[in-house]
């Protein structure tokens, strides 16, 4: 139980150590104006006509790190500073979320996994620790076979969806992110230090999707082993 605590522990402040060094990385590379001129919505719409993409719209979506591919309706979308700015950081998100849809494009096994996973994710993950409590509350833990354990089982497999989710996001994020570097630097669309910023921004992004699975598996292992280690 103690090792738990502390795991979890070491994983909220990984979280936060990333998430706070990823804003501050953003912030940096913001002042790095691109020599090309180009907004990030100027970089977006280029790499999705270099890629023979003519029906992905790009629009600008209000709030902060806002930023998304939606598979449905086929837009790019972009965060108000990141759609009308015109520095490294802004190009590197861009170009990033341009990635999800070349992946789109080109049917990405793991992009594909990740859609269909959605709607399952969207239930599942809203009742997983209220069934896998209540089946322990109900007895679950004592390791009797009644309804109780079985509620709790079925609150872990609503649980391992989303530690699925989690790490089947791992790769689309990186594919994307390696995708979108290529493109900036094949295109000569940035400078060398333009390109080694955008790089450094998307590589703590990654991170915050390791992390995040990380955590998800962590809380898995957990709760299995609360259902299932007192069972003979």
């Known amino acids: 139980m103690i090792g738990f605590y502390i795991l979890i ?17 953003f912030k940096k590379y913001s002042k790095i104006q691109l020599r090309n001129g180009m907004s990030g919505a100027e970089i977006a719409e280029k790499m999705l006509a270099d890629n023979g993409i003519f029906d992905v719209k790009v629009i600008s979506t209000p709030g902060r ?27 590197a998100v861009a170009a990033h ?12 096994s793991y992009l594909t996994m990740r859609s269909q996973l959605v709607p399952i994710v969207s239930v599942t993950s809203k009742f997983s620790q209220w069934l896998v409590i209540g089946g322990l509350i109900m007895g679950a833990a004592s390791g009797a076979t009644g309804i109780g354990f079985y ?9 391992g969806f989303a530690t699925l989710f989690s790490f089947i996001t791992l790769p689309v994020e990186y594919d994307a992110s390696n995708r979108a570097l290529a493109w900036l630097e094949n295109k000569n669309m940035v400078s060398q230090e333009e390109l080694a910023g955008a790089t450094d921004a998307l590589k703590w992004a990654a991170r915050t999707y390791l992390v995040a699975a990380l955590g ?17």
């Not at 998800?216 to 003979?232: E, K, N, V």
């Open 216 to 232: 998800s598996l962590a809380s898995l292992l957990y709760w299995g082993l609360q259902i299932l280690g007192g069972r003979d």
């Open 151 to 159: 509620i709790a089982i079925a609150g872990l497999v609503f649980m």
């Open 65 to 91: 790190l806002t930023d998304h591919y939606n598979p449905a309706d086929k837009t790019v979308n972009l965060s108000e500073s990141v759609y009308n700015q015109r520095n490294a950081a802004a190009a």
């Open 97 to 108: 979320e341009c990635g999800h849809a070349v992946q789109h494009a080109k049917a990405y």
């Open 9 to 25: 522990g070491a994983i909220a402040l990984a979280s936060w150590l990333v998430s706070n060094t990823l804003k501050n990385k």
